[in-house]
């Protein structure tokens, strides 16, 4: 960038102001110092060429202010020590015209040289916030990797067991990563931000069964978290693979309704399974009824209940209303 910045590295000791008007006049006096050992050679010819030089080297040392109080110094310092008479500050009229052509054209050189600054400065700014916002971007890619990555690790674990066949554990670890890869998929789409409920539904149902034939939903607009789509994502998955497991949709006559609802108070979501066989609970909880009785409903600071009713596996969770869950 075109400027040293040395008042704002000295800000801490001395005010800027006070280091603006210092660099101007130690510029004017370089200026002039070097001027005056060039009169043997030049007499009081160019008077002011060396000035614009004090000029430009206070503006860049300390901005455009030094380089006005450089101007206004090394004028005064020009027009009482080498313009003739020398030691006075009478003016003719070749001396006068001088002095202003060169106070005029020294003005324009603080003006150039401060806007260039000015535009440099809103370019460094721009870039700092652009290398801020590459940060953040990579701290929260790493994160949300080593949220993934722990989720595919417990998925692994849990679905991988050793009491599990080989070809069962597997298919079912396959079905899981899906699952969240279809809720990845639809974060990505609203750049990791609130995802409605019902579009992570259904794309969840989507290998299942065609939404509106074996599948109804039903419910308002609700907006959720990324992590909370994200297990519900999960939770939705482990549904719907029960139903065509052991649950209504092993039988063609077979539907689920998927319903939620809030108020100003409660929120409601609820899983109804009809027309399959007869349910009953099972033997042992499994890693996916865990997973139904706590990831969703923990994500909302709810509670999560599962019913298995005769006619159907019901699964209900309630949780305070807010938005986004």
């Known amino acids: 960038m075109l400027r040293l910045r040395v008042p704002e590295r000295l800000a801490k000791r001395l005010p800027p102001i006070v280091t603006e008007v210092a660099v101007g006049v130690a510029a004017a006096l370089l200026a002039l110092a070097i001027r005056k050992a060039l009169s043997p050679f030049t007499g009081d010819e160019a008077p002011f060429a060396i000035i614009f030089s004090g000029v430009l080297l206070a503006c860049l040392v300390g901005g455009w202010r030094s380089g006005l109080v450089a101007l206004v110094a090394g004028q005064g310092l020009t027009w009482f020590y080498i313009l003739p008479p020398v030691h006075s500050f009478g003016l003719n009229s070749h001396t006068a015209a001088a002095l202003a052509v060169a106070s005029a054209s020294q003005l324009a050189l603080v003006a150039m040289t401060g806007l260039y600054q000015r535009e440099m400065r809103k370019d460094a700014e721009a870039l700092q916030e652009q290398l801020r916002i590459r940060e953040h971007l990579v701290a929260e890619l790493n994160h949300r990797v080593k949220n993934t990555l722990a989720i595919v690790q417990s998925i692994g674990h849990q679905s991988l067991r050793r009491d599990a066949p080989l070809e069962e554990a597997a298919k079912a670890f396959e079905g899981r990563l899906m699952a969240l890869a279809s809720a990845h998929q639809i974060l990505t789409k609203q750049n990791w931000q609130e995802v409605e ?13 065609n939404v509106g034939d074996r599948f109804v939903l039903d419910g308002p607009a609700v907006r959720l978290t990324p992590k909370s789509s994200v297990t519900l994502a999960m939770t939705v998955h482990e549904l719907a693979t029960n139903a065509l497991k052991y649950g209504a949709l092993t039988s063609s006559s077979g539907s689920v309704a998927v319903h939620w609802s809030v108020d100003a108070e409660r929120f409601r979501l609820q899983w109804r399974e009809q027309g399959g066989p007869e349910c009953s609970p099972p033997a042992r909880k499994g890693f996916g009824t865990r997973m139904l009785e706590r990831a969703f409903a923990s994500d909302i600071g709810g509670k999560a209940k599962l019913t298995f009713a005769p006619e159907g596996l019901r699964y209900l969770v309630e949780a305070p209303a807010r938005q986004p869950l």
């Open 197 to 209: 409920i019902r579009d992570v539904i259904a794309q969840t149902l989507e290998p299942h069964g």
